[in-house]
């Protein structure tokens, strides 16, 4: 029976020993770093949030309406031409310069430019709600690729520390085959064990790659080295609560419910565009003649009331289609709150399975442990051949490997389920950062300032700070 090398198991329990040590990358840095850089980095946060900007915008837009609107013109007219006169003809023209003032201002609509007003502040609402979600998003994302780059560098390293050991196995199974202890159907099958470990390595590395170029793009930056998470987050009450809560706090659901509340104020505005309204125009208007002393001096004002007859079917096209809207965003409205109380059964799911898979995987690693051991004892004493301490090794490399996969994936599943109940922003995580406030903007423009006021400096002080960031 052929004896094997006592060494080898010592480097076999060695590069076990090691084998959760992830490479290092830089300095060590821990989730809720990565989180906060996502959150500061996220071009697609800055995207909503301009987004965002533009709704606050509309506001301001339909409330300048009710102010009064002053315009002014003026012109300078030159008319020339001939007269004759007994036979006689003579040149004649004239320069005449005028300015002139107008103001309209909207009296009464039957509620159609309030109604427009409130709807648009619905869709402030609704897109303050859409930049939480996108919050969620990123936040989610970064979470994934942190876990994912984690999971991957440990397969790294127990792949290199099992190429190592697998390289000991072989140089010692040519060293038996020389002296004759072995056949070289022993070196073959350790010459097979190692080409399949470079192979197992070489796929690893190409994961772990990419698990770093998905860190930079949802992160914004270079990974450093990644501590594993001190523990899972708190995750109160049951899947029956999640649901409810889900239904009164996830971004989706009360999103579309702000569009379901401008939708019906739109229906009704369209109803008021039907009816006529009144308002007070009034003008000034100053006349000066370049030729003589002439001039002219007038001024007018009065109360204009307008409505339409027909056009077209315009109006009623109009109306119809705001109906549309709003019918189809009642039933966006139940189609998600479906969706929301699907996705929290999932998430559970999801997370009671991980948590099962990682209970298994422990007791499989405990297992192999106990296996290797053994099947290393039996070798010592001739009872077993290589073959059987690389398979019982490589069933150890398995379930450590299937182990790590299992403890990121219960993260991942945890982080999921905050994500599916709405609590997965920055502010619910606590994280170290600035938070935006959806409302600063909004509370600037909402008065549709004018530029040249004191409120419209201080706004375009913060629209230029905003395009140096």
């Known amino acids: 029976m052929r004896k094997f090398k006592v060494g080898n198991f010592k480097t076999a329990a060695l590069a076990f020993g090691l084998a959760f040590a992830a490479p290092v990358m830089g300095k060590a840095e821990v989730l809720a770093d990565a989180l906060a850089d996502a959150y500061n980095n996220s071009g697609l946060i800055d995207q909503n949030r301009a987004l965002l900007r533009a709704a606050d915008e509309d506001v301001a837009s339909i409330v300048s309406e009710l102010r009064p609107i002053i ?102 199974a040519r060293d038996r085959f020389e002296v004759g202890e072995v056949t070289r159907t022993d070196v073959s099958q350790a010459e097979a064990a190692l080409a399949l470990a470079r192979s197992g390595l070489a796929t690893a590395r190409g994961n772990l790659a990419q698990a770093v170029e998905e860190f930079r793009a949802a992160v914004g930056r270079a990974p450093g080295q990644l501590n594993a998470p001190r523990s899972l987050p ?17 971004p989706d659901a009360i999103q579309v419910q702000h569009e379901v509340s401008s939708a019906e104020l739109t229906v009704r505005a369209a109803e008021a565009a039907m009816k006529p309204r009144v308002g007070l125009t009034a003008g000034l208007r100053v006349g000066e003649s370049m030729n003589d002393s002439d001039n002219s001096r007038s001024g007018s004002f009065g109360l204009q009331m307008s409505g339409p007859i027909y056009q077209g079917g315009l109006l009623s096209s109009a109306k119809r289609r705001a109906m549309s809207v709003r019918d189809q965003a009642r039933a966006r409205l139940h189609s998600t709150n479906l969706r929301l109380v699907q996705d929290v059964g999932n998430a559970y799911a999801t997370l009671e399975a991980a948590r099962a898979s990682r209970t298994a995987n422990q007791e499989a690693v405990r297992a192999a442990q106990v296996a290797f051991r053994g099947v290393r004892e039996e070798a010592k004493l001739g009872a077993r051949t290589t073959l059987d301490v690389l398979d019982a090794e490589q069933n150890l490399l398995d379930a450590r490997t299937n182990l790590i996969s299992a403890e990121v994936d219960v993260y991942i599943a945890a982080y999921s389920v905050l994500g599916s109940i709405g609590q997965l922003t920055a502010k619910d995580l606590n994280l170290n950062v600035r938070t935006y406030d959806p409302a600063a903007y909004y509370n ?9 006021s004191p409120q419209g400096q201080k706004l375009d002080r913060v629209l230029k700070a905003l395009g140096k960031q």
């Open 71 to 172: 315009n002014w013109t003026a012109d300078a007219t030159r008319t020339f031409g001939k007269t004759q006169t007994n036979g006689v003809s003579r040149p004649t023209g004239s320069t005449d310069a005028n300015l002139g003032v107008s103001l309209d201002l909207l009296l009464y609509d039957f509620g159609r430019t309030p109604l427009r007003i409130e709807s648009a502040k619905e869709t402030v609402l609704a897109t303050r709600e859409g930049l939480r979600s996108v919050e969620q998003q990123v936040l989610f994302r970064a979470i994934q690729a942190y876990m994912n780059l984690r999971r991957n560098s440990q397969f790294v390293s127990l792949r290199e520390n099992n190429l190592r050991l697998l390289r000991q196995e072989l140089r010692a």
């Open 234 to 250: 708190a995750l109160q009450g049951g899947i029956e609560q999640s649901k409810t809560l889900a239904l009164r706090n996830h």
């Open 444 to 452: 600037m423009v909402k008065d549709a300032p004018a530029e040249l």
